[in-house]
């Protein structure tokens, strides 16, 4: 019975992971390069064809913007699910790149064959101990199971990820350095995240806050902002899966 819970569970994260690529990631650093570039006021080019071309300073400044944005709110669609084989008596696996969400208890979101698991807050009370894991802690960037597993099984943790986006062999990047660079985001939600990054990377490279053209982009990052927070509230139910 578990190994059959064990092989739709992985069916099942397997065809959603997929489905998911489809509606995600098609907004490249290069788009945002050259509507950046296009914006009034702009000091650059904005007929670049590819990284070669590019200004340090306003990749740095567009990189700057996408993490504030993404810094200040939990956007639901930067909602992953990490999944972990695990093997008889192993008990220490990989963290994930983000922070484990909880439920609307305060309990964390770590399953063992669907089944939530236990934070664990005193491991240095614990007796070796084998058996289906009911509990885990975190101890050096590795989440570990306890008790230690018998047999093989699944553990899925739900996290928000620290990555921002993809690069072109589908790895996750924490910022945008090349032109075919994806910034993970929903498709239906690209134009308000474009706007919400434009404004807000026109306000890095301007030096000052007296300047005159400060307060005009001040208010169209903050509209753009609001905007984009909006109307991402429904997206996140189907979350995306990761190996």
Not at 113 to 133: H, Q
Not at 192 to 212: F, G, P, W, Y
Request: charged content about 25%; proline content about 3%; cysteine-free.
């Amino acid at each position: 019975l578990a190994k059959l819970v064990l092989l739709m569970l992985l069916k099942f994260f397997n065809v959603k992971k997929f489905i998911e690529r489809k509606y995600f990631m098609t907004l490249t650093l290069l788009d945002l390069y050259n509507a950046t570039a296009s914006q009034e006021w702009a000091m650059y080019d904005n007929d670049a064809l590819s990284d070669a071309e590019f200004e340090d300073s306003l990749v740095l400044a567009i990189n700057k913007a996408i993490l504030d944005i993404y810094a200040s709110y939990d956007f639901p669609f930067r909602e992953r699910t990490h999944m972990i084989l695990t093997f008889p008596k192993m008990d220490a696996y990989d963290l994930p790149s983000g922070l484990i969400k909880k439920d609307n208890q305060g309990r964390h979101v770590v399953k063992y064959n669907a089944n939530l698991l236990k934070y664990i807050e005193n491991p240095l009370e614990l007796d070796v101990k084998f058996g289906n894991p009911e509990g885990f802690y975190i101890k050096n960037d590795k989440i570990v199971l306890y008790p230690i597993p018998q047999e093989k099984g699944l553990v899925t943790v739900d996290y928000t990820t620290l990555a921002i986006g993809e690069n072109a062999q589908g790895e996750e990047i924490y910022s945008l350095k090349n032109d075919s660079d994806v910034l993970s985001v929903p498709i239906h939600l690209e134009e308000l995240m474009k706007e919400a990054v434009i404004t807000r990377t026109m306000l890095n490279t301007i030096a000052s806050e007296s300047d005159e053209n400060y307060s005009a982009y001040l208010k169209q990052a903050d509209r753009a902002y609001k905007l984009l927070v909006k109307y991402s509230k429904g997206v996140g139910k189907d979350k995306v899966v990761k190996f």
